[in-house]
């Protein structure tokens, strides 16, 4: 539950860097977002949950 807690305070840092860092980027590429297809953003969010698990497990295998 520690790595879960963890885990998810590192991924609210990462989006505070984006929208506080760089405001404009970030409503830039939620733009973005909502012009893509579907199958394109399934697609990205697949990769990144498979690089993710891949990363999880080469760090704590």
């Not at 590192?10 to 929208?19: A, D, H, K, Q, T």
């Not at 506080?20 to 990205?44: N, T, Y």
């Amino acid at each position: 539950m520690q790595d879960f807690l963890a885990a998810i305070g590192l991924v609210l840092v990462v989006e505070g860097l984006v929208y506080g860092g760089f405001p404009g980027l970030a409503k830039r590429l939620a733009g973005e977002v909502l012009s893509m297809p579907e199958k394109a953003l399934r697609i990205v969010g697949l990769a990144a949950i498979a690089i993710g698990i891949g990363i999880v497990w080469l760090v704590r295998g």
